[in-house]
């Protein structure tokens, strides 16, 4: 729970700054840094460490799902931990790399990154292959549920997702078959994420929404099924050879929220 305890600690109007920040979260210097980051990655802070309004609507005490019970919670962060784009390794492979390959191993992914860097696709981070390996690992063991694992294991917060599956020694896959069900409003908030005020989204970005969930086409059109039913104002065409995903509706991204918590 240390995505909740570094919220409360932030609203509370601490700072990691402070000589103090070691006791009042009781860990360790490189751990308080670390729940800084991710409360960054997750965009439940920003840049200035204030609450986001998404870090308010989950993590608040009387927020839709300050402890995480609920799966399309963890939906929403991973989607939220691609977008922000602050760990920027996870927007490379859940898109870019995923684009190019669905099996792969740590070696491919560390390649990946290296011609990432070769072609400028990083612009104020500094090449350093040790640093790469450990957030390669860091990424697998968020996703992926271990052969033999412990209790600490499960502090990975996006486990329970299962989209990353080991097939064998240092062979992997992104997991199409038996990942997590992902609510179609879920899906709807990252298009307005992505999109906040568009009448008519491209079908290249729902496509790229894809890979970020692991959705087939199949899981894809059965998403804009359920959206229609949800909402009519939402309509998908996909007749002479045109796929227009359509959204007549002024709806921001924390109606959707709203929509969904308030439906469950």
């Not at 992926?144 to 917060?157: H, K």
């Not at 078959?177 to 992505?194: C, D, G, H, Q």
């Not at 568009?198 to 079908?203: D, G, L, N, Q, T």
Request: charged share 25%.
């Amino acid at each position: 729970m240390w995505l909740k305890k570094g919220y409360d600690f932030v609203r509370s109007g601490k700072s990691f700054n402070d000589e103090t920040a070691v006791v009042d979260l009781g860990v360790g210097k490189n751990m308080v840094a670390s729940i800084k980051f991710w409360l960054k990655s997750f965009g439940i802070i920003d840049e200035e460490n204030n609450t986001t309004r998404f870090g308010d609507l989950i993590f608040d005490d009387n927020g839709y799902d300050p402890f995480l019970e609920d799966p399309n919670t963890l939906w929403l962060l991973h989607f939220q931990l691609v977008h922000t784009y602050y760990a920027t390794l996870y927007r490379q492979v859940f898109v870019y790399f995923h684009k190019e390959r669905k099996e792969f191993s740590k070696t491919n992914i560390f390649n990946f990154i290296k011609r990432q860097f070769a072609d400028k696709a990083f612009e104020k981070t500094i090449y350093n292959e040790n640093t790469i390996n450990k957030d390669i690992s860091t990424l697998l063991k968020m996703y992926v549920i271990p052969d033999n694992y412990t209790f600490d294991d499960f502090s990975s917060v996006l486990i329970d997702l299962n989209l990353i599956k080991k097939v064998e020694k240092d062979l992997y896959e992104f997991n199409y078959v038996t990942k997590a069900e992902l609510n179609p409003l879920v899906f709807l908030y990252a298009v307005r994420s992505i999109a906040p005020d568009a009448k008519v989204v491209e079908y290249d970005r729902l496509l790229e929404l894809s890979l970020v969930f692991c959705l087939s086409q199949g899981d894809l059109y059965e998403i804009f099924s359920g959206l229609t039913a949800i909402n009519n104002k939402i309509t998908f065409d996909n007749a002479a050879g045109e796929q227009l995903f359509v959204i007549n509706d002024d709806i921001d991204k924390f109606e959707v929220l709203s929509m969904y918590y308030n439906q469950i």
